[in-house]
């Protein structure tokens, strides 16, 4: 990947406090540290969390701690977790502000149903992993069944397989804003 310089850019990963997909949260945040990103994990509490594969992360701050007005994207990471940030108003109010607020708002595999919940998809192409492709249509989201969706501000894409191809594209983007 070419070196696009995202210092300057902070960026929101929010995870499952425990069964967060290991891939998807790691090598996103390689990409964007390596070019230069301030990168945060986020999640429901302060701790150790645990992905489903083992791995163990240092939560940095709670979803209730967040600034959404100081930081340039919010990534949601998937994993079976994930589903317990489906309905959970904060995470629903995150990223409803993320997106209204002109931020970068991203989420891969189950976690794009985080951004259906709170109608940021509506109207909009968006992938997920291929189990909420009904859903979706249910609730008046375009699915494609690809790895990874560009839809204005918004990225979804749709496995732990496409979390390199994620990871690119949401650093590619935050290089193309000012």
Do not use: H, W
């Amino acid at each position: 990947m070419e070196d696009l310089n995202l210092t300057n850019k902070k960026v929101y990963l929010v995870i499952a406090f425990k069964d967060f997909r290991d891939e998807e949260l790691l090598i996103p945040k390689e990409i964007l540290e390596n070019q230069g990103a301030e990168v945060l994990v986020v999640s429901t509490e302060l701790g150790e969390a645990q992905g489903v594969l083992r791995e163990k992360v240092e939560v940095d701050l709670t979803i209730f701690e967040m600034d959404i007005a100081s930081c340039d994207a919010v990534v949601f990471v998937g994993g079976p977790g994930a589903a317990s940030l489906f309905e959970n108003p904060t995470a629903l109010q995150i990223a409803k502000e993320a997106f209204e607020k002109g931020k970068i708002v991203a989420a891969i595999c189950i976690a794009p149903m985080i951004l259906a919940n709170a109608g940021v998809l509506k109207g909009k192409n968006a992938t997920a992993f291929s189990s909420l492709g009904g859903k979706f249509k249910e609730l008046g989201i375009n699915y494609l069944n690809e790895d990874v969706v560009v839809s204005e501000t918004i990225i979804t894409a749709q496995d732990p397989k496409n979390a390199q191809a994620f990871g690119e594209k949401i650093a590619l983007l935050l290089s193309q804003r000012g």
